[in-house]
């Protein structure tokens, strides 16, 4: 069965560093692109990017490029994504989620982790 | 980017009445690249359809999409006590800026 499992909650402060995991099983890790999707409490969901963690080759959404960095280690089967300096608007659930399709980066998710959820307050 | 436009935002219906999701692009989505998620409240996203009217894996036939262009329909034929739920769609006919709509609430009347 293909998984994904992600890292618990974390809390954390304004301007402290985080990452995240997604671990994944069932497949060959390596060979399939990974992504990461955030969902603000209460409202819709926002693609952020995606990494193949075969060559780390990473692709942003324009809307998230330099918000956060996404990074993967196929020797453990896991995609990371991580803040540097964390801001309070960065508080949501973000799942990752395993990218399909027929066409390259043309794609929708077939495979979603459970999520982490990220809450930063002071 | 292409802007996704969901209605109505709630659906009020009984078990057993059809439902009727509309998603309407900002701009024609190339191929009918649109996705159907279902969401339940604390669970992750679950894809129902692609390609616009294609049922993923273990999805009911219930459920079925159609549309092309800039206008989509998520059509569920009987409402399952298990159904009810937020819908979102997804185009992914752009490459690399794949965008979601804001959502249809499918609530119990």
């Given amino acids: 069965e293909v998984q994904l499992v992600q890292s618990g909650a974390e809390v954390k402060k304004p301007g402290e560093s985080l990452k ?103 | 980017e292409i802007v996704l436009t969901q209605s109505p935002g709630t659906l009020s219906l009984s078990p057993g009445e059809r439902a009727t999701l509309s998603c309407r692009a900002s701009q024609s989505v190339s191929r009918s690249y649109l996705a159907w998620y279902q969401q339940k409240p604390g669970r992750a996203p679950r894809l129902l359809i692609y390609a616009a009217s294609s049922r993923a894996t273990g999805i009911p ?27 979102y769609c997804q185009q992914y006919g752009s490459s690399l800026t794949w965008t979601f709509g804001q959502g249809t609430k499918v609530e119990v009347k």
């Fill in chain 2, 61 to 87: 036939d219930r459920f079925s999409g159609s549309g092309s262009g800039t206008d989509f329909t998520l059509t569920i034929s009987r409402l399952e006590p298990e159904d009810f739920a937020v819908y």
């Fill in chain 1, 20 to 122: 995240i995991s997604c671990k994944g099983s069932g497949y060959s890790f390596a060979t399939y692109w990974i992504g990461w999707v955030r969902q603000v409490p209460g409202k819709g969901l926002e693609w952020m990017g995606i990494i193949y963690p075969g060559d780390s080759d990473t692709r942003y959404s324009p809307s998230f490029q330099g918000q956060a960095t996404i990074s993967a280690d196929k020797s453990i089967s896991t995609a990371y994504l991580q803040w540097s300096s964390l801001k309070a608007s960065d508080s949501a659930m973000y799942y990752c989620a395993r990218p399909n399709g027929d066409s390259l980066f043309h794609w929708y998710f077939d495979v979603w982790g459970r999520g982490t959820l990220v809450t930063v307050s002071s």
